[in-house]
């Protein structure tokens, strides 16, 4: 018998729910050492077992399914340590797939478990919600470093121009006739003027883009193969499965480790993967290689672009449409895309690089991350 299962604790503080139904909800009550206290006819009818296997045992021992005590065991460990209602949702297969929804109210000195049996649909749905809201954040994560990036620009493109009217005001103070009224009011505008835009760009444009500046990182060891693998999930999550587009790992990474930011990094890989997936065509495949050399990491995405399939308004995208139009342009030297904003701030932060090709038609294109093995 084959018994696998998914299952996920919400951490953050939930409302407390309508009382239980009865008939439909299962009340098992914990003490704090997870042993059982007291479980409802209910429960025991749910995974037909008897009421006396529940009595004084500990969680782990009793004949529940063993995906589904995990799941217990997790919601309410949760619940007791933030004081507060957490929710659960389990799948288990096991003689056929049925899921379940859990609440764990905390007590004083004891848990409430509430086992609800739930429809798969539900299931699928809230595991939609919760990719869709993972999608969100990373798109907004995108978006704000992408912001910065480009009042950068804005900021340094700017200060040449203005620096040059600035000196050459100077040079005409020195041939102009300084009885001249008019030229002396025609100097002292160019002055204002001057003076007026470096002030917007301090306040208005270096001020807003202090934000993502400094990138504050929580350097913690992390294992390569599975950073890799859970950013390539979630891109093909909410964008390469309904663009139709294939997302193929080569690596000989095994047990490798770097020192960094989790988050951080996993939106970076995420974001050169969706980059990639949106430029592809559909029916594509997007390579992703890493290796360690000379004690970094290196991760390369590689795609054939096409600008149709990168800035076509009818298919699914992560990015706005003006940064990917912004894509297709040409390049000066060192300069990115405004939409690869992040993974370059994320890279340098670690103390390593980004760089990318240009996005042509038909172009095998790469984008390049490079980060350091340990913190430095």
């Not at 042993?35 to 296997?53: I, M």
């Not at 208005?204 to 202090?210: F, G, N, P």
Request: proline letters at 4%; one cysteine or more; a negative charge.
């Amino acid at each position: 018998m084959t018994t696998s299962f998914s299952g996920t604790v919400e951490t953050g503080r939930a409302p407390r729910p309508e009382a239980p139904v009865a008939g439909t909800d299962g009340v098992l009550v914990l003490n704090a050492a997870q042993r059982c206290l007291s479980a409802d006819t209910v429960l025991t009818h749910l995974f037909d077992l008897d009421a006396r296997a529940f009595e004084g045992q500990a969680l782990a021992d009793t004949p529940l399914p063993k995906p589904l005590i995990a799941v217990l065991a997790e919601a309410a460990d949760a619940a007791l340590d933030a004081g507060s209602v957490r929710r659960a949702r389990v799948s288990i297969e096991e003689g056929g797939t049925r899921a379940f929804s859990i609440l764990a109210l905390p007590g004083k000195d004891s848990v409430t478990l509430i086992v609800s049996p739930c429809s798969l649909d539900t299931a699928a749905q809230t595991q939609q919600k919760q990719t869709d809201e993972r999608t969100a954040h990373l798109r907004a994560e995108a978006a704000l470093f992408m912001r910065d990036h480009v009042l950068g620009v804005v900021s340094h493109d700017l200060r040449g121009p203005l620096n040059a009217i600035h000196s050459w005001g100077y040079v005409l103070e020195r041939k102009v006739d300084t009885a001249d009224a008019s030229a002396q009011r025609a100097l002292g505008g160019l002055r204002s003027g001057v003076e007026q835009q470096v002030k917007l760009i301090e306040q208005s444009i270096d001020t807003t883009r202090a934000e993502t500046k400094t990138l504050a990182l929580n350097r913690v060891p992390l294992a390569l193969r599975p950073l890799l693998e859970h950013a390539a999930g979630e891109a093909r999550a909410s964008l390469a499965t309904a663009r139709e587009v294939s997302l193929q790992l080569e690596s000989a990474l095994a047990e490798e480790q770097i020192i960094g930011d989790n988050e951080r990094l996993t939106q970076a890989l995420w974001l050169m993967l969706a980059f990639a997936t949106e430029g592809s065509a559909a029916g594509s495949t997007v390579i992703t290689e890493a290796r360690v050399e000379d004690g970094a990491f290196v991760a390369i995405v590689s795609f054939t672009a096409s600008v149709k399939a990168l800035t076509d308004p009818d298919l699914p995208h992560a990015l706005e449409a003006f940064a990917r139009k912004q894509a297709t342009l040409p390049r000066e030297a060192a300069r990115i895309a405004w939409g690869l904003a992040l993974c370059k701030r994320v890279a340098e932060a670690h103390g390593g690089t980004f760089e990318h090709d240009d996005v042509t038609d038909d172009a095998n294109v790469t984008l390049k991350l490079r980060v350091p093995l340990s913190g430095t």
